[in-house]
């Protein structure tokens, strides 16, 4: 009978990706936040703190989050819908309307333009 227990297999892949993540792509390792309180994936205060140092309006940067969450959560859509949702959201931006009438906006939560800018970190779960 084999000793291997529940998640090891995946605990070595993370393992794995950690590494390749810290050594050839430069992120700092933030630890495993499996038991953390209030852990989640999307680190809602984290990614508020950086829309305001990219100029977005409070209201502005409360809206995309709801949105990513609203995606993210959409408990009517299988992992793979939510998933490609997420990952529109990040690629393209979060478009809003900031006023009835007004033109539409784009509201970027990752900076595309300026990659050596980006905060790079990970975490595992």
């Known amino acids: 009978m084999s000793t291997v227990t529940v998640g090891q ?7 794995r990706l950690v590494a ?6 430069g ?3 933030l630890g495993d936040w499996a038991e953390r309180p209030n852990n989640a994936n ?8 950086w ?3 990219q100029g977005i ?5 409360s ?5 990513l969450h609203k995606v993210a959560n959409d408990a009517g859509k299988g992992l793979y819908d939510r998933n ?4 529109e959201l990040l690629r393209y931006g979060v478009k809003i309307k900031p006023e009835v009438g007004e033109n539409t906006l784009t509201v970027w939560l990752i900076d595309w333009k300026n990659p050596e800018l980006r905060r790079l970190e990970v975490a595992t779960c």
Do not use: M
């Open 9 to 15: 297999i995946e605990k070595k892949t993370q393992q």
């Open 20 to 25: 390749l993540f810290q050594q050839q792509l």
């Open 27 to 29: 992120y700092a390792y």
């Open 42 to 49: 999307i680190e809602a205060e984290q990614l508020r703190g």
């Open 51 to 53: 829309l305001f140092e």
């Open 57 to 61: 309006e409070a209201h502005l940067a």
């Open 63 to 67: 809206r995309a989050i709801f949105e």
């Open 84 to 87: 490609k949702a997420v990952y």
